[in-house]
């Protein structure tokens, strides 16, 4: 592991869940580069005008874990919600919503506990099939530097939120 | 329909509205490829939404699996052959067709067709999945299923779970409660809501029984607040059809207290087009009777006439007789305005069996007033206010303020005509604070009116 990724696990390792997306937290990951190209692939499908404000954009944008297709995924979701033929805040919340749901579907009280594992930084990265089944399904998402991280709406999930003994 | 038997299949539940209009918007236009997974628990109700979206205007080519198509061929050529004016497809007995292997080979089967299907389908492609089975084929066909563009549950929720703690009372039941067994269904409502239950369906229609009660005692205020809550709760459930009625209720309050242009825009803009897109004929024509209502309020009494006609036969059409009836009746208050006193009259008397046999008792009494209402002005001051005088009790003992507030100034404007100024000026001061409450401007200025006149006249 490259000396940015060990220094970048140990800023991690007391993280709460969803901090690295909290505006306010100085240990918020720098994505602005990535955002922007977010951004731009969201505006090269959709006019920024019919988004209720930036913000909503930027809240899809958070809750896609960087994924190009989950973030496609969600403005389509958020479109199918929309009734004023207009994105806003609220029909982006319930695409989020739609997603985390689809989630709870596939995933189970053990998933939990290994992506609350990985997340920590606790867990030994050796393949294993329940990993395989959690990268296929994209609750378990691998960056750069190979960086692995729940998606952002997995840890907003109840199911995540409840397994945090040991 | 895959069912002969098409009339015995179970209506499609308001809860489900929102995710049909969601996937209306997905069917809509020229047809492309598009992957949608739908879950259902019950076959018959499956059925029945595939009837549903059908209605909408969405008829799709049902494509059952055959045990034997063990590789992709069979499926693809079967989609290749669907005619070319079908805008979508349902595949149906997916669940078993994948049993047949325990599931993993059959996954990997359409995990690997996955580009071959869009080019075949080239249109929305709909996966049946029953309890499960989505499960199953999402971890077992993961490339098939990040293909998805979206997720429907059309699953009904079993069991005694399903049951709410305290269900809503149903129509009939609630307009005729006494006023005390009001209070006390009242008292239970707030009780359960006070334990802060999470939110559901459920709580969303105790909250909409909540405004419809504080509404019919005269408090608006504490209605709309607990409408807006039901409404929220509803949109929240994703119930949109009930979310709406629940909104064609706040316009109505919202035109009775003054704003007319309000309520028609919410009718018109939040109201009507989801029925329409739901094909919710019963639902449109209740909102197109509040139109007309206004409309008549309005002045604009031909356009209202011609409303309420086209609402008449469609109610007439589903054989919804107390909804006829009420129609009607809104009819019938047309024409008393036009001063065509005796076709209103008899159209008014005609009404009063259908709606007595519904057990509609709150309308019977409405209608009986609008017959008093005519003999007052043909001068048969007793008559009408014999009639007025029985049904002052009943309403009260309904606990509905507003109808009670308009059958005293009734009687008030007989005393009025007979000279007896005192009697009806001090029904008039009784009425007004009540009236106030009830924020109606014009009610309220026609009472300031007649008490200026009378005490003019003193």
Partial sequence: MSDRVTEFFKLRKNLEPNEALDPDSPLRVDTAHARDTLRRMVLARVPLEWFDSEDTMDYLIDHCGGHPRDLVRLLSLTWQKSRHNRLERADAEKAVASLASDFRRLLNTEDYALLRRIDQGDEDRAERPELVKLFQILALLEYNDHWWRSHPIVQGLPGYARDVGP | ?458
């Avoid at chain 2, 918007?25 to 059925?47: H, I, N, S």
Wanted: proline residues 5%; aromatic residues 6%.
């Fill in chain 2, 1 to 458: 329909m895959s069912d002969p038997d098409a009339d015995a299949l179970p209506a499609v539940e308001s809860r489900h509205s929102g995710e049909l209009l969601q996937l209306s918007r997905l069917l809509v236009g020229p047809p492309r490829f598009a992957l949608l997974f739908l879950e259902y628990g019950e076959r018959r109700y499956r059925d029945a939404i595939i009837q549903q979206l059908t209605a909408m205007g969405h008829p799709g080519v049902e494509l059952p699996m055959q045990a034997d198509w063990n590789s992709s061929g069979p499926l693809l050529d079967a989609l290749a052959a669907l005619p070319a004016d079908c805008a979508a497809v349902h595949l149906l007995g997916l669940g078993e067709w994948l049993r047949l292997d325990e599931g993993t080979d059959r996954c990997r089967l359409l995990n690997h067709m996955r580009e071959a299907l869009g080019q075949a389908a080239a249109r929305p492609l709909l996966l049946w999945l029953g309890p499960g089975e989505l499960k199953l084929l999402a971890l077992n066909a993961p490339d098939l299923w990040a293909w998805r563009r979206s997720v429907f549950n059309f699953s009904r929720p079993l069991g005694p779970r399903a049951e709410p703690l305290l269900p809503r009372l149903p129509f009939i039941e609630r307009i005729n409660l006494d006023r005390d067994l009001a209070r006390q269904r009242m008292e239970s409502i707030d009780r359960y809501l006070a334990t802060n239950p999470e939110p559901s369906w459920a709580v969303a229609s105790l909250w909409w029984e909540r405004g419809q009660l504080c509404s019919q005692w005269g408090n608006r205020d504490q209605a709309m607040e607990d409408l807006n809550e039901a409404h929220r709760l509803f949109e929240q459930q994703n119930d949109l059809l009930t979310a709406a009625k629940v909104v064609a209720e706040m316009a109505t309050i919202q035109w009775l207290r003054g704003e007319p242009e309000t309520a028609l825009k919410r009718l018109r803009d939040e109201v009507l087009p989801i029925c329409a897109t739901l094909g919710d004929r019963h639902s449109g024509a209740v909102t197109n009777t509040k139109i007309a209502d206004i409309l008549r309020d309005q002045g604009e009494v031909n356009a209202a006439r011609e409303l309420l006609e086209e609402q008449s036969s469609i109610f007439e059409e589903f054989g919804d007789l107390r909804a006829c009836a009420t129609t009607q009746i809104n009819i019938a208050d047309i024409l008393q305005q036009q001063g065509e006193l005796d076709q209103a009259h008899r159209l008014y008397e005609a009404q009063v069996p259908i709606l007595e046999k519904s057990g509609d008792t709150l309308t019977t009494a409405i209608t009986k007033r609008a017959v008093a209402l005519i003999l007052q002005r043909q001068g048969e001051f007793d008559k009408a206010l014999d009639i007025y005088q029985t049904l002052l009790p009943l309403f009260e003992k309904l606990g509905h303020v507003r109808e009670q507030a308009i059958t005293l100034t009734r009687v008030a404007s007989i005393h009025a005509q007979r000279g007896e100024l005192d009697k009806a000026l001090r029904i008039y001061e009784e009425q007004r604070p009540i009236c106030k409450q009830l924020g109606e401007r014009d009610f309220l200025a026609f009472i300031d009116e007649q008490i200026t006149l009378l005490r003019r006249l003193q």
